[in-house]
C-alpha cells in the first residue's frame, strides 16, 4: 500500500500548486519565482485603498469642418446607434419655475459694484478676535464692569428673596433636572440656564416697574454699513436673543471721559490685515441700515444682547472670537439706532450717546459686556473713540456632575454643584436693572 499511497500525493501535489488553493498563497514559477497574475489579499486595509484607480478620460475635441456637416438622429427624434448626438438649442421657459431658476452672472446684477464690501456675520470668525473688533469698530476697551452698575445689585433694594438658593435650583434644573438621558447637552442646559436666570431677574417687575416696558425679540435681521480708512464693511445677518425697551439705556461714561479717548491710541496687528477672515462681497447694497424694527416700533431700543456659546452647531468659536462676535453685534446695533437718530453722515460726536449691552454663556462661564457709542466718524483713527467695558471668563460655578468624579478610589469632585459663586450672578442682575432704576 505504499507505493500507492506515495503515488497518491505525486498526482495531488500540481492540482495544489496550480489552482493556488491555499489561502494567500501566491503561484510559484518553474523558477521560484512569484506570479503577479493573481491579485494580492491586503487584510490590513480596505478595499478602497488597494483597489485600481479609474482610468483618467480622455477629452474629445470637437472638430467642426466647414462645409461637412455630421449626419445626426435629430430628424428621427430617437436615438440611432452609430449617428451622432445632435446639438440642440438651449431651451428657454416662457414662465417663470422657481426650480430651474439660474442666477445671472455676478457682473450682470443690478447691485454689482466694483469695490469690494467686507461683511461680518453670525458665522464670522475673526483671526485676532477682541483686537480686530476694536480696530474695526474704533474702539477703547476697559477691563471689567462700570463701577456704577455693580453698586446697583449691591444695594439690598434690588436683590430677589433667597436669592442664592433659587439661583442654584436655576443651575441644578438646567444641569441635572430639564432632560430624561443621563446629562443633558451642552446646547440645551445652556440655553435653559439662561433662560431661568432671566425669569429669576423678571420677578423684580412689582419694585422695578420700569421692567414692564421690555420685550424679547429673537431672529430679527440686523444691517449696519460704515467706512473705516478705505474699506467698506457690513455687519449684517440675525444675532442672538434681544433685550428692547422703550427707553434707551444712560449713557455709562461722562463727556470729560468721552473727551479723554481721543488720546487713545488703537493697537495694531500688523502684517495681518484688519479685514481678515471677513466676506469680501461685490454684490450688495451701499447703504444698508436696518435695526431689524419699524420706524414706527414702541421698543426700538436695544437694551441687551444675549448669546449662547455652541448655538449654531455649524460654527463653534473659541473665547476670544466668541467675544469679537458680541463686541460687533453691539456695535452694529448700536450704529442702527445712531444712524436712525442722527441721519447716515459721519459725526465726531454724537449729542447722546448710544448704549447696548451684551451677556455671552457656556451654561458655566460668562463674558459680560457694556458698550457706548460716541462717535459714528469710523474713517480715521484720530478724534474720539467708542468705549467698550468688559468682563471676560466669569464663573458661575465650579462642576456640575451627575455623578461624582473619582481617582485613584478617592472623591476629586463630589456629584452636584459644587462651588457656586454668588457675585457672578449680581453682576448679571446688575445688567438686567441697568435703566430701570
Keep these: ?5 506515495l503515488r497518491c500525493f505525486k498526482t495531488a501535489a500540481p492540482l495544489f500548486s496550480q489552482t493556488g488553493l491555499l489561502n494567500g498563497s501566491r503561484r510559484m514559477s518553474t523558477h521560484g519565482k512569484s506570479s503577479r497574475q493573481q491579485a494580492r489579499r491586503h487584510f490590513s486595509v480596505s478595499c478602497c485603498h488597494t483597489a485600481k484607480a479609474r482610468p483618467v478620460r480622455k477629452h474629445r475635441e470637437t472638430v467642426t469642418i466647414p462645409g461637412l456637416e455630421m449626419v445626426t438622429y435629430g430628424e428621427r427624434m430617437h436615438f440611432v446607434p452609430g449617428l451622432a448626438k445632435p446639438a440642440n438649442p438651449h431651451w428657454e421657459r416662457d414662465y417663470k419655475d422657481p426650480r430651474f431658476y439660474r442666477s445671472p452672472p455676478v457682473h ?5 459694484k466694483e469695490k469690494p464690501c467686507y461683511v461680518f456675520n453670525q458665522r464670522s470668525n475673526v483671526l485676532e478676535g477682541v483686537r480686530q473688533a476694536l480696530w474695526l469698530t474704533k474702539t477703547k476697551v476697559i477691563s471689567g464692569l462700570p463701577p456704577q452698575l455693580l453698586a446697583l445689585a449691591e444695594n439690598p433694594a434690588n436683590q430677589i428673596p433667597d436669592q442664592d438658593e433659587r439661583v442654584q435650583n436655576a443651575i441644578k434644573h438646567a444641569r441635572f433636572w430639564d432632560t430624561t438621558e443621563d446629562r443633558p447637552g451642552k446646547e440645551k442646559y445652556s440655553n435653559t440656564l439662561l433662560m431661568n436666570l432671566l425669569h429669576l431677574c423678571a420677578t423684580l417687575q412689582s419694585s422695578h416697574p420700569a421692567i414692564g416696558r421690555r420685550i424679547f425679540a429673537e431672529k430679527y435681521s440686523l444691517a449696519a454699513t460704515w467706512k473705516r480708512d478705505e ?13 428692547s425697551c422703550m427707553d434707551p439705556l444712560p449713557e455709562v461714561s461722562q463727556k470729560q471721559e468721552v473727551a479723554d479717548t481721543a488720546d487713545h491710541v488703537l493697537e495694531t496687528f500688523y502684517p495681518v490685515s484688519p479685514t481678515i477672515d471677513l466676506q469680501k462681497v461685490y454684490v450688495y447694497k451701499e447703504e ?5 424694527f419699524r420706524t414706527d416700533s414702541t421698543y426700538p431700543h436695544a437694551h441687551t444682547l444675549y448669546f ?12 476670544e472670537q466668541f467675544r469679537a462676535k458680541m463686541l460687533m453685534f453691539s456695535f452694529g446695533n448700536a450704529l442702527a439706532r445712531a444712524y436712525t437718530l442722527y441721519g447716515t453722515q459721519p459725526q465726531r460726536l454724537l449729542d447722546r450717546p448710544v448704549t447696548v449691552q451684551a451677556v455671552g454663556t457656556n451654561g458655566r462661564i460668562f463674558q459680560l459686556m457694556v458698550f457706548q457709542l460716541n462717535t459714528t466718524d469710523l474713517s480715521g483713527n484720530d478724534g474720539i473713540k467708542n468705549q467698550v467695558w468688559l468682563d471676560k471668563d466669569v464663573e458661575l ?8 468624579l473619582i481617582k485613584k478610589k478617592q472623591v476629586k469632585v463630589p456629584a452636584g454643584l459644587v462651588g457656586y459663586k454668588p457675585e457672578t450672578f449680581s453682576k448679571f442682575l446688575a445688567l438686567y436693572l441697568h435703566g430701570a432704576v
Design 288 to 292: 444698508a441700515n436696518c435695526s431689524g
Design 108 to 112: 450682470e446684477m443690478p447691485l454689482y
Design 1 to 5: 500500500m505504499f507505493p500507492e499511497t
Design 397 to 404: 460655578y465650579d462642576f456640575a456632575k451627575v455623578r461624582p
Design 231 to 243: 474699506d467698506l464693511i457690513q455687519i449684517r445677518g440675525q444675532n442672538g436673543l434681544l433685550h
Design 308 to 319: 449662547v456659546e455652541g448655538a449654531d452647531a455649524r460654527c463653534k468659536l473659541q473665547p
